[in-house]
């Protein structure tokens, strides 16, 4: 441990004068690095663990982000290395920092000669009141500074205030002996005199105190411009490209009127941004407010926001003056409707009055009234959004095309700049061997498009927090390291029970259907070690995980299917591995148009997961007006954009499912697994049932299980396993009835056992 210890120390020393020397500083992933080794070291009171958060504090800087956060690794490195004369100045500007302002207010009112008595009581009164106030804030702030021995900024600042303190003690006493000579007849001048001279005095002292902040340029905040705010986003790079591209219009454009020149037509400052939840819509619209305000385009940087529920009111004329409403508090701002294609929804009813928002909003921005008054941004999903405006030509007109901006997704490792960036904010560190599992958990929610971007990174952040301080040891004494990382285990599910192979013992115990686990073992096998070449850096063999199942109704089709799914997500291949069963009733619409988008919708619920289409052959169209094709066109698209996150099975009987395929080439060629699922044996059946019995703690008879391996031989069987399931449950009643009326029967024997007799009455 100690050589370890000396190693990280010699590193952080070799950083630290690299910075010094060439202004060149380490990675933050390789300062993190030895911060987390530093946490295993016995000793915390080393110089050099002091440096090296002084090193995170400076790469903290270097972002613009002289925060909180920033002080606080400041201030724990100056208490581990309070020799470092670096990290005492960088500590300095913050106390210096908390003294602008202090001073703001501190004007005494006017003495007037001419004033009466009374007047002139009261004003005495006012600059009493107003220098003890001042007196013990300024003694307070003394006495927070910290104590410097050198001359520098602390020590003068002090001194500034000393006289500060001292001149307001004497405008205090003059008052106040400026007050005692107007209880008489006449008051002296002398004291009158001296009171003004205090004042003067005193403000003079102000001045000083407020030039000594105006000359030190490094204690001036640093107002970030909207444009410089977009740029310091994380991605969003095609964006900010046209953002930039806007500003420079719109800069050129007034620059244009100031020299005289006049313009055709008004600039339309309408947009539409699209994009999936957590993409930057709501902080991109709020941006443009502030650059339409920045440069002069807009009296006012307002952005007044609202959604279907704000706009559309519950009766006849509510949404005209809901919609009225908004529209005048955004007057000189800008309006935004986030999912706006919400206000056109299918099937509308009379009753809905989202179409009333939109005739309103359109007749308002045309209005001689509102027109050119107010900006209008639009948001939501892409293609909802392009339907939506399709759908409305008067409204669509109202956008040119330039302002149209699509915001795409955040990559993994910018969703990962994200995470840090979001941890710093709250004052947390994630350490790089955290990324893995970070990265895991990120990816276990980017399943469809409900997926929110930042929006879900910060709620996994979040979690680890939570997780990391709710698991915290009260009893064990904790160094500031134990405060400032998140680690691996804090972003780990602590309810995770589930034993990873349960799903495939489960399907080892299912009865019969041999091939059948002998092809999905087969599968997983294959999939696991793709899964592992993948992980390993190594080129993996594309993987067709469709699947036709043939067989007759109860032959276990379904239950194979969620078997499937779940073992496919052990394996880390589906994210859910969930079930979602659909027949054609869930895909076919009743008019033009709409099969596809209910297809879409049912491929979405199954996204992650399996899923399964029962009774797939229904899917061939009748005839022209059939929209069957139609589901079986949009699978094949769903299937190819969504690759490895979807996987379809298809159901039905062995011809007609050869029917299916063959009606689609794209649509055949899709799947590379077929599964015949065989009728049960008269064995099999037996044991389906007796594990259906053990399953509610029943047992079967000797002498009814000899009865039922004759029947089932002489009778036609139509299901299968849902035949036996179903003939359990009939049994089941029927010796409940019979108990009842067996007044003999021993309920710990009797009540728990099926005889002959229940079966006869339902197979007889």
């Not at 002084?54 to 606080?72: C, H, I, N, V």
């Not at 040119?400 to 997704?409: A, R, V, Y």
């Not at 560190?429 to 929110?452: N, Q, W």
């Not at 199954?606 to 899923?611: D, P, S």
């Amino acid at each position: 441990m100690a050589q370890m210890n000396e190693h990280l120390r010699e590193q952080v020393e070799e950083w630290e004068l690299i910075y010094r020397t060439k202004g060149e500083m380490p990675s933050k992933d390789s300062l993190l690095n030895v911060l987390s080794a530093a946490g295993h070291t016995y000793s915390q009171e080393e110089e050099w663990k002091g440096t090296l958060l002084y090193l995170l504090a400076l790469k903290r800087a270097q972002k613009g982000k002289e925060d909180s956060f920033y002080y606080l690794l400041l201030e724990q490195a100056g208490a581990l290395a309070p020799d470092k004369q670096d990290i005492q100045r960088k500590l300095e500007i913050k106390s210096l920092n908390q003294l602008k302002g202090l001073l703001d207010g501190l004007t005494m009112p006017t003495l007037r000669e001419t004033d009466n008595r009374t007047a002139k009581r009261n004003v005495a009164m006012e600059i009493i009141d107003k220098a003890e106030r001042f007196e013990h804030r300024v003694d307070e702030t003394i006495k927070g500074l910290p104590l410097q021995e050198d001359a520098g900024s602390i020590h003068e600042a002090r001194d500034l205030l000393e006289s500060v303190r001292k001149q307001l003690k004497h405008v205090r006493d003059n008052a106040r002996s400026y007050q005692e000579t107007l209880s008489g007849n006449f008051h002296t001048v002398t004291v009158y005199e001296e009171l003004k001279r205090a004042i003067n005095n005193l403000h003079e002292e102000r001045d000083r105190f407020d030039a000594f902040f105006g000359s030190m340029q490094a204690f001036k905040d640093a107002e970030l411009s909207p444009l410089e705010e977009l740029r310091g986003m994380v991605g969003l790079n095609e964006i900010k490209q046209r953002v930039s591209q806007l500003y420079d219009f719109l800069t050129y454009q007034k620059s244009r009127l100031e020299m005289g020149f006049t313009k055709s037509n008004d600039i339309s400052l309408n947009m539409i941004l699209t994009g999936n939840p957590g993409t930057g819509k709501t902080t991109l619209a709020r941006l443009l407010a502030k650059i339409y305000y920045e440069l002069g385009i807009l009296p006012k940087e307002t952005i007044v926001e609202a959604d279907r529920s704000k706009l559309v009111g519950a009766y006849v004329g509510q949404t005209e003056e809901n919609v009225r409403k908004l529209v005048e508090e955004a007057i000189g701002g800008v309006l935004f409707i986030d999912e706006a294609y919400s206000l056109k929804r299918d099937g509308q009813q009379g009753s809905d009055y989202g179409q009333t928002v939109i005739d309103t909003l359109v007749s308002l921005m045309d209005s001689a009234e509102y027109s050119g008054k107010f900006a209008v941004i639009l948001a939501g999903y892409p293609d909802e959004m392009r339907q939506f405006l399709d759908s409305n030509p008067g409204l669509r007109s109202r956008f040119p095309q330039f302002n149209f901006m699509e915001l795409p997704d955040y990559s993994m490792e910018e969703m990962k700049e994200i995470a840090c960036l979001f941890a710093e904010d709250n004052g947390y560190f994630i350490e790089p061997d955290a990324y893995p599992a970070l990265e895991k958990k990120v990816e276990h929610e980017m399943v469809d498009r409900s997926f929110g971007n930042a929006r879900t990174v910060k709620a996994i952040v979040m979690d680890a927090i939570f997780q990391k301080g709710s698991g915290q040891n009260k009893d064990n004494e904790h160094t500031f390291l134990d405060y400032l990382l998140l680690h691996s285990e804090d972003f780990s599910d602590p309810d995770s029970t589930e034993e990873p192979d349960e799903p495939f013992h489960e399907l080892m115990n299912l009865v019969g259907l041999d091939s059948i686990k002998d092809e999905i073992k087969k599968l997983s096998a294959f999939v696991r070690v793709q899964q592992e070449r993948r992980n390993a850096g190594k080129k993996v063999v594309p993987i067709q995980l469709h699947a036709v199942f043939t067989g007759n109704p109860g032959t276990g089709k379904t239950t194979v299917a969620k078997l499937y799914s779940e073992i496919l997500r052990d394996c880390g291949l589906l994210k859910r591995g969930h079930l979602i069963v659909a027949s054609r009733a869930d895909f076919v619409a009743g008019y033009v148009g709409q099969t596809a988008i209910k297809t879409k919708r049912k491929i979405q619920d199954a996204l992650g997961g399996v899923l399964f289409i029962d009774e797939a052959y229904s899917l061939l169209s009748q005839s022209n007006s059939d929209f069957g094709a139609e589901v079986v066109n949009t699978l094949v698209d769903e299937m190819t954009k969504h690759n490895e996150n979807l996987v379809v099975i298809l159901a039905g009987y062995p011809k007609e499912m050869d029917e299916l395929l063959a009606s689609n080439p794209g649509f055949s060629s899709r799947f590379k697994k077929f599964m015949h699922f065989p009728d049960y044996t008269v064995r099999e059946l037996l044991q389906i049932m007796k594990n259906y019995m053990h399953s509610y703690q029943y047992t079967l008879h000797e002498e009814a299980e000899g009865y039922l391996m004759e029947k089932l031989e002489e009778i036609n069987i139509d299901g299968n396993g849902r035949f036996a399931i179903n003939l359990v449950d009939s049994a089941i009643q029927y010796q409940a009835q019979r108990l009842m009326t067996d007044r003999n029967a021993d309920k710990e024997d009797d009540w728990s056992v099926l005889v002959r007799a229940d079966f006869e009455h339902v197979l007889e």
